[in-house]
């Protein structure tokens, strides 16, 4: 298993949740390593990125000022720190690896992404 989300939870809006992805050595080091969510009967999108070899980071347009992700390099972990929570922010949310930079600008496509961990919940009532 290369990805493990851990951080399911039910908040009221407005609340905060974080979200980790322990990953293996091997998809960790120097990928772009990102988030994304599926609410039921929507696409998949990508919400943030961020590149473990320097920190670079970007974000959705709908989470920006409100999410923030980081890394631990001992650890071999992402957070997805999330606050201001609204309840469309409801989904299921994955943790995925890239074996390449992340784009600074703009978040690289699911497709883009090798390796994917099996989810976890995010409830905002």
């Known amino acids: 298993v290369q990805l493990v989300e851990s951080g399911e939870g039910s908040v009221q809006a407005g609340g905060s949740l974080r979200l980790s992805c322990a990953a293996s050595?091997?998809?960790?080091?120097?990928?772009?390593l990102g988030w994304f969510r599926q609410a039921p009967g929507k696409e998949r999108e990508g919400v943030a990125t961020?590149?473990?070899?320097?920190?670079?980071?970007t974000y959705a347009d709908s989470v920006k000022g409100r999410f923030t992700v980081s890394q631990d390099n001992a650890n071999y972990t992402v957070y997805l720190q999330m606050n201001s929570l609204k309840p469309e922010d409801t989904a299921m949310y994955y943790c995925?690896?890239?074996?390449?930079?992340?784009?600074?600008?703009?978040?690289?496509?699911?497709?883009?992404?090798?390796?994917w961990g099996q989810g976890t919940q995010v409830t905002v009532s």
């Open positions: 050595k091997y998809v960790y080091d120097r990928n772009c």
């Open positions: 995925a690896a890239a074996r390449s930079y992340c784009h600074s600008r703009r978040l690289l496509p699911a497709t883009n992404f090798e390796y």
């Open positions: 961020i590149y473990t070899g320097g920190g670079v980071t």
